[in-house]
T-cell receptor
Framework: EAGVTQFPSHSVIEKGQTVTLRCDPI?????LYWYRRVMGKEIKFLLH????????ESGMPNNRFLAERTGGTYSTLKVQPAELEDSGVYFC?????????FGPGTRLTVL | AQSVTQLGSHVSVSEGALVLLRCNYS??????LFWYVQYPNQGLQLLLK??????LVKGINGFEAEFKKSETSFHLTKPSAHMSDAAEYFC???????????????FGKGTKLSVKP
């Protein structure tokens, strides 16, 4: 069974540019979560999809972040425009019950 | 609100020694507790979870954790450390606004484990 995949693995952009991160969950997993770890800090929740609906987006830092989940399958997280403080590792996770399975993460560097 | 505290950002043990990584939680409801491990340049891997069944939970790679309600703790242990155990370990609890067993995870700050030969 394929795990959670994320693309790209690394992204380096300049402040003010736009970046889109993609997450492909494990097939059949209705729950999809986004998390972020800023260097030196703990992993923080961003938002939770159930199928294509946003169940909880209380962790989204501001309106520069936009998440979508097309047809309840893969999800994208767009940052526009990117700021220096957006640098970090973005993790995606999926699950069906109480367990979340994580992808390898996307390391975003904003210069 | 739920929260997790991991004591010790860095722990160093000798190969073959006991590994003990500490985690205390705060929860207003019976908690769902997890330990995840992140090896260098990899994602988070589930080690074990507690979901109100047996208080002693066995996980992968010889790790186990004991849920102690009276101490609000969920410490991770392994009797004998291997070099391959060097990684960062995260304790987490399900919390958030959604609640239930499918809410978001709240993580501790992580503990980096070093294993000396």
């Amino acid at each position: 069974e394929a795990g959670v995949t994320q693309f790209p693995s690394h992204s380096v952009i300049e402040k003010g540019q736009t970046v889109t991160l993609r997450c492909d969950p494990i097939s059949g997993h209705d729950n999809l979560y986004w998390y972020r770890r800023v260097m030196g800090k703990e992993i923080k929740f961003l938002l939770h999809f159930v199928k294509e609906s946003k169940q909880d987006e209380s962790g989204m830092p501001n309106n520069r972040f936009l998440a979508e989940r097309t047809g309840g399958t893969y999800s994208t997280l767009k940052v526009q425009p990117a700021e220096l403080e957006d640098s970090g590792v973005y993790f995606c996770a999926s699950g069906v019950t109480d367990t979340q399975y994580f992808g390898p993460g996307t390391r975003l560097t904003v210069l | 609100a739920q929260s997790v505290t991991q004591l010790g950002s860095h722990v160093s043990v000798s190969e073959g020694a006991l590994v003990l990584l500490r985690c205390n939680y705060s929860s207003s409801v019976p908690p769902y507790l997890f330990w995840y491990v992140q090896y260098p340049n990899q994602g988070l891997q589930l080690l074990l979870k507690y979901t109100s069944a047996a208080t002693l939970v066995k996980g992968i790679n010889g790790f186990e954790a004991e849920f102690k309600k009276s101490e609000t703790s969920f410490h991770l242990t392994k009797p004998s450390a291997h070099m391959s155990d060097a990684a960062e370990y995260f304790c987490a609890v399900i919390g958030g606004n959604y609640g239930g067993s499918q809410g978001n995870l709240i993580f501790g700050k992580g503990t980096k484990l070093s294993v000396k030969p």
